[in-house]
């Protein structure tokens, strides 16, 4: 398929050379017509699929920048090139800051517009691509602090990874975060740098934005920063999430605790949740809470996984009490062995790496297991006769398919 090209100038003449090149290429479809910034906007809104704009910079340098802000902003499906006959280091900076993928002075070199053209359209391939192999994203759930959330997406993390499988975990709980201190990790780069860079996105540029663990685990970070988190929206979640999903075999995610756009998102587009919660009268009444949320929504049951954290033996609380206070069945109970789990955090391994004889550590790689083997059996019903998926959140965002 040929891919779309607008041209976008106050100078119909600028641009002139640039589009006589590109018709003659079969790989493309440029715009007949140069677009100026107005009428350059609406006509893009009007595309769904991957669309390459060129802005001119030679007219208007400002009213350049400001339609390549707003396509930025609004119209995630459009890749940004600029161009100026000026190759001005501080031009060029802007641009990149502005969301341009390349930038090509003027007079063109054919050549190397070519070759920018040609990356573009490769890495619109990687985002586009769903193979057959697509990774699993598990959503690590609760709504309540305190219950061991980030403990059991970072060892459940290292149990798959101890089973040979490639894995990313990623932290979403974005203002304060926690992963990185759990595994005592200094990450160079977050997921700030990701979102800022979305349209760049390459097997090389994503592997050094993920700090390696020496357990094996890649680990996209929180911000740096608190207030940063507020400048990633949900659309930025949903294609990382969609590409690191083409690199790993699983991502674990870690999720917020509040209920919002992204973690709506997340839980959407998951194909596994692990809830997790403690058997005690606040934590299963804060539990059963979120279990009529997500009734509410549609959450598809059949993903939801109640996970009993730190869990001692009582004949006053039972796993089947908590079964019937929940209405959902249990899938994994993980011992309460507080000085093993506090030693691996200090020391900033896995619970697996800090004592692999423990009662926890190998009730998480039993967790392991058993998550396998449900995707195991999910893909074989999946094989026999697909499976029809609830709307999730439909008042709130489209569903996205089937699930995996």
Same mark, same amino acid.
């Given at each position: 398929?040929?891919?779309?090209?607008?041209?976008?100038?106050?100078?119909?003449?600028?641009?002139?050379?640039?589009?006589?090149?590109?018709? $003659?290429?079969?790989?493309?479809?440029?715009?007949?017509?140069?677009?100026?910034?107005?009428?350059?906007?609406?006509?893009? $809104?009007?595309?769904?699929?991957?669309?390459?704009?060129?802005?001119?910079l030679?007219?208007?340098?400002?009213?350049a920048?400001?339609?390549?802000?707003?396509?930025?902003?609004?119209?995630?499906?459009v890749?940004?090139?600029?161009?100026?006959?000026?190759? @001005?280091?501080?031009?060029?900076?802007?641009?990149?800051?502005?969301?341009?993928?390349?930038?090509?002075?003027?007079?063109?070199?054919? #050549?190397?517009?070519?070759?920018?053209?040609?990356?573009?359209?490769?890495?619109?391939?990687l985002?586009?691509?769903?193979?057959?192999d697509?990774?699993?994203?598990?959503?690590?759930?609760?709504?309540?602090?305190?219950?061991?959330?980030?403990?059991?997406?970072?060892?459940?993390?290292?149990?798959?990874?101890?089973?040979?499988?490639?894995?990313?975990?990623?932290?979403?709980?974005?203002?304060?975060g926690?992963?990185?201190?759990?595994?005592?990790?200094?990450?160079?780069?977050?997921?700030?740098?990701?979102?800022? @860079?979305?349209?760049?996105?390459?097997?090389?540029?994503?592997?050094?934005?993920?700090?390696?663990?020496?357990?094996?685990?890649?680990?996209?970070?929180?911000?740096?920063?608190?207030?940063?988190?507020?400048?990633?929206?949900?659309?930025?979640?949903?294609?990382?999430?969609?590409?690191?999903?083409?690199?790993?075999?699983?991502?674990?995610?870690?999720?917020?605790?509040?209920?919002?756009?992204?973690?709506?998102?997340?839980?959407?587009?998951?194909?596994?949740?692990?809830?997790?919660?403690?058997?005690?009268?606040?934590?299963?009444?804060?539990?059963? $809470?979120?279990?009529?949320?997500?009734?509410?929504?549609?959450?598809?049951?059949?993903?939801?996984?109640?996970?009993?954290? $730190?869990?001692?033996?009582?004949?006053?609380?039972?796993?089947?009490?908590?079964?019937?206070?929940?209405g959902?069945?249990?899938?994994?109970?993980?011992? @309460?062995?507080?000085p093993?789990?506090?030693? #691996?955090?200090?020391?900033?391994?896995?619970?697996?790496?800090?004592?692999p004889?423990?009662?926890?550590?190998?009730?998480?790689?039993?967790?392991?297991?058993?998550?396998?083997e449900?995707?195991?059996?999910a893909?074989?019903?999946?094989?026999?006769?697909?499976?029809?998926?609830?709307?999730?959140?439909?008042?709130?965002?489209?569903?996205?398919?089937?699930?995996?």
């Amino acid at each position: 398929m040929k891919l779309p090209i607008c041209l976008i100038s106050e100078d119909n003449k600028a641009l002139g050379e640039l589009k006589q090149q590109l018709e $003659r290429e079969a790989a493309y479809a440029v715009e007949s017509k140069v677009y100026g910034y107005g009428a350059a906007f609406d006509w893009l $809104r009007g595309k769904s699929g991957p669309v390459v704009a060129v802005v001119d910079l030679s007219r208007d340098p400002e009213g350049a920048f400001a339609i390549a802000a707003e396509i930025k902003l609004k119209l995630s499906n459009v890749r940004l090139v600029m161009t100026s006959p000026s190759g @001005n280091p501080d031009a060029i900076l802007r641009a990149m800051r502005s969301g341009a993928e390349e930038f090509f002075t003027q007079p063109f070199d054919w #050549a190397e517009v070519l070759k920018s053209l040609d990356g573009i359209r490769n890495k619109i391939d990687l985002h586009t691509s769903r193979t057959a192999d697509r990774g699993q994203i598990i959503a690590v759930s609760s709504n309540k602090g305190g219950v061991g959330s980030t403990t059991v997406a970072t060892n459940l993390a290292a149990s798959l990874v101890a089973h040979k499988k490639s894995v990313c975990l990623v932290d979403l709980v974005l203002q304060f975060g926690s992963v990185t201190s759990f595994l005592n990790l200094e990450a160079s780069y977050t997921i700030l740098d990701l979102v800022k @860079n979305l349209k760049k996105i390459d097997p090389m540029f994503l592997d050094g934005s993920l700090v390696k663990h020496a357990s094996g685990i890649r680990v996209l970070a929180e911000p740096f920063y608190a207030e940063d988190a507020r400048r990633i929206t949900a659309a930025d979640i949903d294609e990382i999430l969609e590409v690191l999903s083409q690199f790993f075999d699983y991502v674990v995610v870690d999720t917020p605790k509040e209920f919002d756009d992204i973690l709506a998102l997340v839980l959407d587009k998951a194909n596994m949740i692990l809830f997790v919660t403690e058997m005690d009268v606040p934590s299963l009444k804060s539990a059963h $809470r979120a279990f009529e949320l997500f009734n509410r929504m549609g959450i598809y049951e059949k993903k939801i996984r109640l996970v009993l954290n $730190r869990y001692i033996k009582s004949k006053l609380m039972s796993p089947e009490s908590a079964e019937k206070a929940l209405g959902a069945k249990v899938f994994w109970t993980l011992p @309460n062995n507080y000085p093993t789990a506090i030693a #691996a955090v200090n020391q900033g391994l896995s619970i697996q790496e800090c004592d692999p004889r423990s009662d926890i550590a190998r009730s998480y790689s039993g967790l392991a297991d058993a998550v396998l083997e449900s995707f195991s059996i999910a893909g074989a019903t999946r094989r026999d006769g697909v499976e029809k998926r609830v709307g999730l959140l439909n008042r709130l965002m489209p569903v996205r398919g089937l699930l995996k």
